[in-house]
């Protein structure tokens, strides 16, 4: 099925670095949300947009909307050891109740 | 802690057989939706239940099917699995009519199919 497309497949950065990861997709998505999955879990929203150009902040976490409606990323600042995990963007293309759409996630290291 | 639960959280099985997959909702959400989420990948929607009937599905067979009690809780069936049936079955509970960001993931069934 279709997926959003991330990359690369895996990104190792050292604590207190900042990091970005972004998001294409080749159609139009509504909505945009980032999740981290951690080990044995399910995923977690980290942040919701709802508003091409929307930029939007959670802590050290923010994430644009993109103009087209075509990409989003996100920035996560001053990274921390509980920053691993995998990173999946999803997009929600009809109403409220619509399925999400993810990509195969980025997962980030983190080095002390 | 999402409030939503699933079982069993790993179960083995061979190729062939039929499987249930177990999911309670969160208190107040009446609304489940099912993904598959193979090694490596994103998860993939397989379908939503809501008032008890399936309310959109997406590419998978028939043999994946699903029900929804009247307490909202749901199963994900599926038959004559196949090896690459194996995946995190991942159950989401929502409120009718809210958006993506309403969505609660439970920690999954880890199927394992030999």
């Known amino acids: 099925g279709q997926q959003l497309n991330q990359s690369p497949q895996s990104m190792f950065i050292q604590e207190g670095e900042d990091v970005s990861m972004n998001c294409t997709s080749s159609?139009?998505?509504?909505?945009w949300l980032w999740y981290k999955q951690d080990p044995g879990e399910g995923p977690v929203l980290l942040i919701a947009?709802?508003?091409?150009?929307e930029l939007t902040s959670n802590g050290r976490l923010t994430a644009q909307f993109g103009i087209t409606r075509k990409d989003s990323f996100l920035n996560i600042s001053a990274s921390i050891p509980s920053d691993v995990g995998i990173y999946f963007c999803a997009g929600q293309k009809g109403g409220a109740n619509s399925k999400l759409t993810f990509g195969k996630g980025i997962t980030l290291s983190v080095r002390p | 802690e999402t409030g939503v639960t699933q079982s069993p959280t790993h179960l083995i099985k061979t190729r062939g057989q039929q499987v249930t997959l177990r999911c309670s909702s969160q208190?107040?959400?009446?609304?489940v939706s099912w993904y598959q989420q193979a090694l490596g990948q994103g998860p993939q929607f397989i379908f939503q239940y809501y008032r008890e009937e399936e309310n959109g599905r997406g590419n998978f067979p028939p043999r994946f099917s699903g029900l929804q009690f009247p307490n909202y809780s749901s199963e994900l069936n599926v038959n004559a699995l196949e090896l690459d049936d194996s995946a995190l079955y991942l159950c989401?509970?929502?409120?009718?009519?809210?958006?993506?960001?309403?969505?609660?993931f439970g920690s999954g069934t880890q199927l394992s199919v030999l």
């Open positions: 208190s107040g959400h009446n609304t």
């Open positions: 989401a509970s929502s409120l009718s009519g809210a958006r993506g960001e309403k969505l609660f």
């Open positions: 159609s139009i998505f509504n909505t």
């Open positions: 947009l709802y508003k091409a150009g």
